[in-house]
């Protein structure tokens, strides 16, 4: 298929997940609950946070590794988890998975396309996080101290990734109604847990570690503290001091663009399975 | 039949399909076991990385396990009703004769089974796992503790659900609105006097918010940092179970009422 | 003795953009043993008086008693004595058998375990259903499921029953086994009641004592089926085959009472009630001026669909 058709797709998907996104009764009621509850999740850490350490400034490095982590971890539940909705909003709830399946359009494409609404969301309340953060948090930034090539490099190929995860897991949402809200939650856990999204990843276990490393996440958010942290140290903190910028950055485009390739792969054979099985047009109603 | 016969028949009919529901398939175990331990490893491996003293561990695996029962009040008692609706059960609830809190109770019931079973096994496996140590040295007061905390949690629960009959998508939004935000306020992974006076008794609206409070002084002794004492976190709670049962009964009326006048109990995608 | 169903100057306006007039001054009396059907087009009412009798909805004004108890004031009351089974409906829980499903539901009237359990077994074979009765929900056809909701209607063994277009979307061997059981079931006890809408013709001909026909919120006759019939008066039902053409211009022809027009292989079959046999001569005129054909004229015996179209002006499709 022409890339153009490919771009027309993207575009039509972008539209309608944004009209869908957006199409809200009462549009601030929905944007105050898109940002409450991501912005909540990271209080509970800066609490956390300020009854172990009392306040910000002793080790700014340390809070800003915290803050960042759990800011940019947004986009991996917007991201993934939205995607991976678009097989169930479409298949169940407007159940019009079916006919986007058997028009001429490329689903991978499409659902690219639907996470455009989610990926902009997920922008707005990092945003929102982290003026916060530097407004009442003390949390150090400087505009003119970050790195903004290596910023923007490196949320370019964190959003592959991340779109990459959830078409692989929306793959997996083709086969299986019931589970996918569960599986999505599992794997977020465990890019939560083994990625070094609040913590340094050596305080895990060393399997744990050994499984940290492979998944492209663990260097996104590395490279972003580093791009965005006005001062010193906090590369010090995440288990990757030997390494510098290029080399994750190196990393990172390795990994990402196998994780790529294995996310394709996967859901090219859960689009088969699911068209042997005759899952595309389940409704479960369980 | 007498209305107490058909209620408590109602009731069990519903405990026995929730519980039966949810545990038919298999899965159930890898999801319900498994996936709370890794939101608890996160937040232990968080204090870890920040040196903080064990007994905070012990915290994290305490509220761990109560998260279970609230988001099992959020999602399938708060939004159920409204879940109902959308896939046409509601309108045949409503047509039954059996009282609506029969219903609600059985819903709750089984859901409370459910979800002691996840948060039993995050207790555990929690517990041997990270090494978590906690003493149990009144054992019949934890258990009253637990019980009116359940009471009042689910009673809770009644009431959300009532409300929510009425309202379309929002009712899905506001169960997402409460659900980090209460882990937040109610102290799920540290102590809540942490938040300070005024923000501790707020929460303490909130029935989970007394309960965690007082389990983690029975299991955790000094290093859990009370808010108020136990007896009286517990009077509190009771006080609570009642009011939200009779809040609950009165908004149950009162929504049932508002949806056959607006035509809204059998409406969906709204 | 009461009737079982009672409704006076009944009105119900839903609000939201633009008023709605879901039923708009409804005066009804149904008997106590009898099988009543709502005829009406989609969109007619017959769903919004159920749902009213049901205890589901309020009027907005005038008064509705099922079984001696007003709807407003004893819901309660009428919920322990009625049922109410919507066609096309898929509610039930999928992750529960279909045996669990109608067993919650019947505790849910409070009825007896051992009770229940025989009733549902002999509901399940009556309609064909013992083989799926331990097959879970989610994994049973959609006519399966129907019917599962159906016997859930009877399984509280109610005095009243609705059933708001029970059949629909189901194939005809079905149809036809759950219309027999439908007229046993009135049939096989004195005082059991059923209300049933349906906008199929032949259902309501063959099945009930008493028809309804209800038109844009407004009751527009009730007789029985042969009375609906006798309205229409002998000589005025024609059927007309015709080359293709457009005809809807003739339904404003002086005399033409209804009319519904079919295309039928490579034909077209014109179904009309006139106001009498006179009308036929400019029927044809108009035909053969709109360039068409006549292939085939025949007078026929009033149906209760030519009885729908004479009172309503069309037909039901």
Redesign the interface.
């Known amino acids: 298929m022409a890339v153009k058709d490919h771009l027309r797709t993207l575009r039509l998907a972008a539209w309608l997940g944004w009209q869908i996104e957006s199409n809200?009764a009462r549009p601030l009621?929905?944007l105050?609950?898109s940002f409450?509850?991501?912005i909540?999740?990271t209080?509970?850490?800066v609490?956390?946070?300020?009854?172990?350490?009392q306040d910000v400034a002793s080790e700014p490095a340390?809070f800003s590794y915290?803050y960042l982590g759990a800011t940019f971890y947004m986009f991996v539940s917007s991201v993934v988890f939205g995607i991976t909705y678009v097989i169930h909003a479409d298949r169940e709830h407007y159940q019009t998975l079916r006919n986007i399946y058997i028009s001429p359009i490329s689903l991978y494409v499409y659902l690219i396309g639907r996470a455009t609404g989610k990926v902009l969301l997920a922008a707005l309340a990092v945003i929102i996080s982290l003026t916060f953060g530097i407004l009442v948090l003390g949390l150090p930034f400087d505009l003119l101290l970050v790195d903004w090539p290596l910023f923007l490099l490196t949320m370019v190929l964190g959003l592959a990734c991340l779109i990459a995860l959830g078409l692989a897991l929306a793959g997996i949402s083709l086969l299986t109604a019931?589970?996918s809200t569960?599986i999505n939650?599992?794997v977020g856990?465990?890019v939560?847990?083994l990625c070094g999204?609040?913590?340094?990843i050596t305080?895990?276990p060393a399997w744990g570690q050994a499984i940290g490393l492979t998944i492209p996440v663990t260097y996104w958010l590395e490279l972003v503290r580093r791009s965005l942290y006005p001062g010193e140290g906090i590369e010090l903190l995440g288990g990757l001091q030997d390494f510098t910028d290029g080399t994750i950055l190196l990393f990172l485009l390795v990994s990402t663009v196998a994780f790529a390739a294995l996310s394709l792969v996967l859901f090219r054979s859960a689009d088969r399975v699911a068209r042997q099985r005759g899952k595309l047009d389940m409704i479960?109603?369980? | 039949m007498s209305d107490w016969a058909l209620n408590l028949r109602a009731g069990m009919a519903r405990a026995y399909a929730r519980t039966v529901?949810a545990t038919r398939?298999p899965?159930w175990v890898v999801?319900d076991v498994?996936?709370p331990l890794?939101?608890v490893?996160?937040?232990i491996?968080?204090?870890?990385?920040?040196?903080?003293s064990p007994a905070?561990e012990g915290f994290v695996v305490l509220g761990g396990a109560m998260t279970a029962f609230w988001l099992n009040v959020l999602w399938g008692m708060a939004a159920q009703l409204y879940w109902e609706r959308e896939?046409g059960n509601l309108q045949l609830f409503m047509v039954a004769p059996m009282s609506r809190m029969a219903l609600l109770a059985g819903m709750a019931l089984g859901g409370l089974f459910t979800s002691a079973v996840r948060a039993l096994s995050t207790l555990v496996l929690g517990t041997l796992i990270f090494q978590v140590h906690m003493s149990v040295e009144d054992p019949l007061a934890l258990a009253a503790v637990f019980s009116l905390t359940m009471l009042a949690v689910y009673g809770m629960g009644m009431v959300l659900s009532s409300l929510f009959l009425m309202y379309g998508?929002?009712a899905w939004?506001?169960s997402?609105?409460m659900?980090?935000?209460v882990?937040?306020v109610s102290g799920?992974?540290?102590?809540v006097r942490?938040?300070g006076l005024g923000v501790s008794a707020l929460a303490t609206l909130i029935p989970v918010t007394l309960g965690l409070d007082a389990m983690r002084q029975l299991l955790f002794g000094a290093a859990s940092q009370g808010l108020l004492p136990v007896w009286l976190e517990a009077s509190m709670l009771a006080v609570q179970a009642a009011a939200f049962f009779l809040l609950a009964r009165f908004s149950l009326d009162r929504m049932e009422q508002r949806g056959r006048r607006e035509g809204r109990l059998t409406l969906r995608w709204q | 003795m009461a009737p079982a169903i009672e409704v006076r100057s009944l009105s119900r306006v839903f609000s939201g953009r633009g008023n709605t007039l879901a039923l708009d001054n409804v005066d009804l009396t149904v008997e106590e043993g009898e099988l009543f059907g709502l005829l009406g087009p989609n969109g007619a009412g017959k769903t919004t008086l159920i749902k009213i009798l049901c205890t589901l909805l309020l009027p907005s004004s005038g008064t509705a008693s099922v079984l001696g108890h007003d709807v407003d004031a004893d819901a309660k009351q009428i919920r322990k004595r009625i049922n109410m089974v919507s066609g096309g409906e898929?509610s039930g829980?999928?992750?529960l058998t279909i045996r669990e499903n109608l067993w919650m539901f019947t505790q849910f009237y409070g009825v007896p375990g051992k009770v229940a359990r025989e009733r549902i077994d002999s509901l399940l074979e009556a309609f064909g259903l013992q083989d799926k009765a331990d097959a879970k929900l989610?994994t049973v056809s959609t006519g399966q499921r129907q019917k599962m909701n159906i016997i859930r209607g009877f399984a509280t063994d109610p005095e009243l029953i609705f059933l708001d277009e029970p059949t629909l979307g189901l194939d005809v061997s079905t149809s036809i086994a759950i219309r027999n059981y439908l007229r046993e079931w009135v049939r096989e006890r004195s005082g059991r009641t059923m209300l049933l809408t349906t906008h199929y013709m032949r259902e309501a001909e063959e099945l009930c004592d008493r028809v309804a026909i209800i038109d844009r919120g407004r009751i527009v006759a009730v007789d029985t089926p042969a009375g609906l019939k006798r309205r229409v008066g002998s000589g005025s039902s024609f059927l007309i085959e015709t080359t293709p053409f457009d005809p809807e211009p003739m339904r404003s022809l002086p005399g033409m009472r209804g009319m519904t027009a079919r295309p039928a292989d490579g034909h077209m079959n014109i179904r009309m009630v006139l106001d009498d046999e006179s009308v036929i001569a400019d029927v044809i005129s108009s035909i053969v001026s709109s360039g068409a054909r006549v292939i085939g004229l025949s007078k026929n015996e009033p149906t209760l669909e030519d009885a729908f179209m004479h009172l309503v002006g069309r037909g039901l499709e």
């Open positions: 809200w009621i929905f105050t609950y409450i509850r991501p909540a999740a209080l509970i850490l609490i956390m946070y300020l009854i172990v350490k340390l915290v019931k589970h569960s939650e599992g856990g465990l939560y847990l999204a609040v913590f340094p305080v895990l479960t109603t369980y | 529901g398939e899965s999801f498994l996936l890794l939101g490893a996160a937040y491996y968080y204090y870890r990385a920040l040196g903080a905070f896939v998508r929002d939004n506001i997402n609105l659900q980090e935000p882990y937040l799920f992974y540290f102590p942490e938040l | 898929i829980y999928g992750l989610r």
